[in-house]
């Protein structure tokens, strides 16, 4: 497939750099600027995100090594994802959301969802113990302190 089936028509070329051979590199426009940085906060991969500028994937990689703005542009997007999502997340287990409590935990607090257990009786104790809890004693778990503090029991 020929490049120019890529390329939208009103794409300009900059002048070709060193020997003056090859074709001229294609400049980037102000919308292409902000549908890179758009896409790559949404999470779409480069070759998603290459293909909505316009440019096969091999272009949009040699762009993302050559161009410093390209690669500024894709990892200010994806940090800004990534931020949305975070605090969205953060909002809804301050708010007592008990999956995105467990999820935050998981992966943002590096806590396993595993207990080791020394018996039965330990395990039922536990059980009944985080099972008893209203949503401020979980988000005060969830916030690192120790579930027998929250409530003030021992098993």
Not at 29 to 58: F, Y
Not at 97 to 102: L, P
Request: aromatic share 4%; charged share 30%; proline share 3%.
């Amino acid at each position: 497939m020929s490049g120019s089936a890529y390329r939208e028509p009103d794409r300009k070329r900059e002048p070709a750099k060193g020997t003056g051979r090859g074709r001229p590199r294609i400049a980037l426009t102000r919308n292409d600027e902000i549908l890179i940085k758009g896409l790559a906060r949404c999470g779409l991969n480069t070759r998603d995100i290459g293909t909505a500028v316009g440019v096969c994937d091999r272009t949009f990689t040699k762009w993302q090594k050559e161009r410093p703005l390209v690669r500024r542009l894709i990892e200010e997007g994806r940090a800004e994802g990534l931020t949305s999502v975070a605090a969205s997340l953060h909002r809804k287990a301050c708010q007592g959301d008990i999956r995105a409590i467990i999820w935050w935990e998981r992966t943002r607090g590096k806590r396993s969802g595993q207990v080791q257990v020394v018996g039965q009786d330990q395990a039922e104790a536990i059980t009944a113990l985080i099972g008893g809890m209203n949503a401020e004693q979980l988000q005060r778990v969830a916030a690192g302190e120790s579930p027998m503090t929250v409530t003030g029991s021992v098993f």
